[in-house]
């Protein structure tokens, strides 16, 4: 069974940076994509970006490209949300996805989430 473990959220001026971790268990990845996604209060989770843990492939929402950066480690079996230049804007719960390539996120495993608040 996966488990998905997000860390590093917290409160953040505007114009800084965080890192979050998502910690994989119960299996090996290498046939998975890992997401993250975030939910701002009153709106409905939303796509930040993806990497493919076999060849590391990224893909990011437009709002957050150039800011964000993904990247994985495969001896710790982490993935990693780099977040540079952060807006009020950005101020969600984050969430840590997984999801076998041949399926899509609603049957993927998701972690329990990790709240980010951008002050202006």
């Known amino acids: 069974q996966v488990q998905l473990v997000e860390s590093g959220g917290g409160l953040v001026q505007a114009g800084g940076s965080l890192i979050l971790s998502c910690a994989a268990s119960g299996r090996t990845f290498s046939d998975y994509t890992m997401g993250w996604f975030r939910q701002a209060p009153g709106k409905e989770r939303e796509f930040v970006g993806s990497?493919?843990?076999?060849?590391?492939?990224?893909t990011y929402a437009n709002s957050v490209k150039g800011r964000f950066t993904i990247s994985r480690n495969y001896a710790k079996n982490t993935v990693y949300l780099q977040m540079n230049s952060l807006k009020p804007e950005d101020t969600a719960v984050y969430y840590c996805?997984?999801?076998?390539?041949?399926?899509?996120?609603?049957?993927?495993?998701w972690g329990q989430g990790t709240q980010v608040t951008v002050s202006s």
């Open positions: 990497i493919s843990w076999s060849d590391g492939t990224t």
């Open positions: 996805a997984a999801r076998h390539v041949s399926t899509n996120w609603l049957r993927g495993s």
